[in-house]
């Protein structure tokens, strides 16, 4: 059985990678690391079919070092102690190139296994990652290795790698193959920056039409078989948070179509109650006191959208999604908490005034509990100036009236109430 086309394909040289030209561009960092020849221990960060692996061979044939490749899913510590074993052996002669795949899967016992070793300089490691290193690999690893982040390919870049595929299984075949330019369109965009998911999905449209008079790969065909994939999402993974994270800050952005696009991307991928969670909270975080009735309001839209659940779910979301990123804006509420929160953790807290503690029990009025309290609903504007913070911090002041049209009220009626009383 035939290895894969991107197997097949791989490039051999830094001018034949697909993307990443923030990293092997001429003058790029990381391309005259490799090009001086003294290449440190790296940490290759970013999704799966960017071309990780492949430069970790390239650079592994530039410095004409021994390598091995490991999966950290699959790998053992005694295979990590088969790569130690050839340390000074006549195959290893200019040194140990080791590329640990998915490192994040090994322990921490594992991963301190190679300190030593790639301390000294007779393993120079290469590990990737589709999880954030400086939340999977650890720091022993991390402080003696330097991260380069890969990211996904554009489509651009991808079409040309889809037009050499073609003449690629071409020349294999002895068979002139043709693409319409849609086809090479369809495969490049729906591939979700995966250059090898877009030489599957040539691969496979091939392998559908080559035995065809006149092989020719059409858009209808190539939208039929490539796969799904134009959005990367996995729900413990960074694309995760990320995508969480835009859709949070377009809102607060006020930016409807970018808030949208997220939250599309979110329902997609079929993650309902991860976008009504975000959406609650930015209602309330970001909107909050500017325009407090959208609470209720984003609630209603939410509990509506578990009611009739996906496809039809993402109506009501849409309305709320609109609303909240239009809305008046105000963080005031959780300036409040938060600073609140920080005195009670500090330990600012004091003792609650007698005049506030419960009276409601057979000897409060003895201990001088409720004494002193003044029920203020009888007065004028129910409201009457009394202390309600502990003595020792009588003075803090947690929430500052925002600059939106509603808190402004709301500040301009208590300035005048209290205002009143002090005469």
Known sequence: MSSPLADRMRPQSLEDIVGQHHLVDEGRALRRIIESGNVPNLIFYGPSGVGKTTLARIIANRTNRRLHILNGTTASTQDIKSVIGEIGTFSALDGILLYLDEIQYFNKRQQQSLLEHIENGNITLIASTTENPYF??????????????FKPVDAKDIEK????AVDFLSEEQGKKLNIEPEAVTAIAQGCGGDVRKSLNAVELCASCVINDENPVITAETALELSQRSAMRYDRDGDAHYDIFS????????SDPDAALHYLARLLEAGDLPGACRRLMVCACEDVGLAYPQIIPIVKSCVDAAFQVGLPEARIPLANAVILVATAPKSNSAICAIDAALADVRAGKTGTIPDSLRDGHYSGAEKMGHAKGYVYPHPYKNHYYPQQYLPDEIKNAVYYNFGDNKNEQTFKAYWDAVKSDKKE
């Open 161 to 164: 790698a889809v037009i050499r």
């Open 136 to 149: 999977y690999i650890y720091n022993a690893i991390l402080s003696r290795s330097t991260v380069f982040e």
């Open 246 to 253: 835009a859709f949070q800050k377009s809102m607060r952005g």
